[in-house]
T-cell receptor, first 111, second 111 residues
């Protein structure tokens, strides 16, 4: 099993550009999550999904959109990137009742 | 607003020392408390605690939860340089198993 994978690992964007981060899991987990991690702020939840075709807002959803068209994939989109979105993005997945498994992260810089 | 506070923020110890990391929480709905270790990349799971007073143990690491006083501790005995990492505490607040994270304790173990 590859576990949770994220694509890309690194990306540099200019302000106003758009991009999509891909998260994939091969553990048949129902729940998936997107977090951002900033220095001194810990991990903050952006959006989450409790199943295929469903998504919901987390703590810091502004400027992001998500989609979960297939159970194994959870996409995070930035429509118009801003410097405040410079961060490390982590995806996680889980079965109900168990711990969250995290992907390796995507380091995004917006200039 | 749900809140998880970890202390100390950072800690430097010598190899062989014992350390205690603290996590207190104030949340509207508590399901479980989790500890993760984060080195360079993805957080990796250590413990999930749901009941007060029952110690979870894995090798040199152990953790316990006090649901009355709303805190948990993570103990590491006979520390090694490989224990150097950021230790994250998170509370599962029940709804879709969303996690609220603390900012972490950065542990550095020196020779």
């Amino acid at each position: 099993n590859a576990g949770v994978t994220q694509t890309p690992k690194f990306r540099v964007l200019k302000t106003g550009q758009s991009m999509t981060l891909l998260c994939a899991q091969d553990m048949n987990h129902e729940y998936m999550y997107w977090y951002r991690q900033d220095p001194g702020m810990g991990l903050r939840l952006i959006h989450y999904s409790v199943g295929e075709g469903t998504t919901a807002k987390g703590e810091v959803p502004d400027g992001y959109n998500v989609s979960r068209l297939k159970k194994q994939n959870f996409l995070l989109g930035l429509e118009s990137a801003a410097p405040s979105q410079t961060s490390v993005y982590f995806c996680a997945s889980k079965h109900q009742g168990y711990e969250q498994y995290f992907g390796p992260g995507t380091r995004l810089t917006v200039t | 607003e749900d809140k998880v506070v970890q202390s100390p923020l950072s800690l430097v110890v010598h190899e062989g020392d014992t350390v205690t990391l603290n996590c207190s929480y104030e949340v509207t709905n508590f399901r479980s408390l989790l500890w993760y270790k984060q080195e360079k990349k993805a957080p990796t799971f250590l413990f999930m605690l749901t009941s007060s007073g029952i110690e979870k143990k894995s090798g040199r690491l152990s953790s316990i939860l006090d649901k009355k006083e709303l805190f948990s501790i993570l103990n590491i005995t006979a520390t090694q340089t490989g224990d150097s990492a950021v230790y994250l505490c998170a509370v599962d607040t029940g709804t879709a198993s969303k996690l609220t994270f603390g900012t972490g304790t950065r542990l550095q173990v020196t020779l």
